[in-house]
Nanobody
Framework: QVQLVESGGGLVQPGESLRLSCAAS????????MGWYRQAPGNTREFVAR???????NYADSVKGRFTISRDNAKNTMYLQMNSLKPDDTAVYFC????????WGQGTQVTVSS
């Protein structure tokens, strides 16, 4: 089993930045990729960004150039640096870990509003 805990969400104005964190614990040795997803009210959950154990990354087109995914293996933590935030980025952001199983965190709310 893998436990994931997100943090760092909040209320910001358009153009501002936030950094989300996802702390992993448990059987993390089997994880080969981690990612961020988000879900806005009334919408389905959508892919945001992903990073593999080898450091390869990929992003949704809507966040390319604004968001950066990274991980600190020593701290078992993944990050999502979000810059130039827009109201359309408002959503609950979820952390996902993929290995022998598929694991999700409980989510953290990000609200972008003036």
């Amino acid at each position: 089993q893998v436990q994931l805990v997100e943090s760092g969400g909040g209320l910001v104005q358009p153009g501002e930045s936030l950094r989300l964190s996802c702390a992993a614990s448990g059987s993390i040795v089997n994880i080969y990729a981690m990612g961020w997803y988000r879900q806005a009210p009334g919408n389905t959950r959508e892919f945001v960004a992903r990073i593999t154990n080898g450091g390869s990354t990929n992003y949704a087109d809507s966040v390319k150039g604004r968001f950066t995914i990274s991980r600190d293996n020593a701290k078992n933590t993944m990050y999502l640096q979000m810059n130039s935030l827009k109201p359309d980025d408002t959503a609950v952001y979820f952390c996902r870990a993929t290995g022998y199983g598929d694991y999700w965190g409980q989510g953290t709310q990000v609200t972008v509003s003036s």
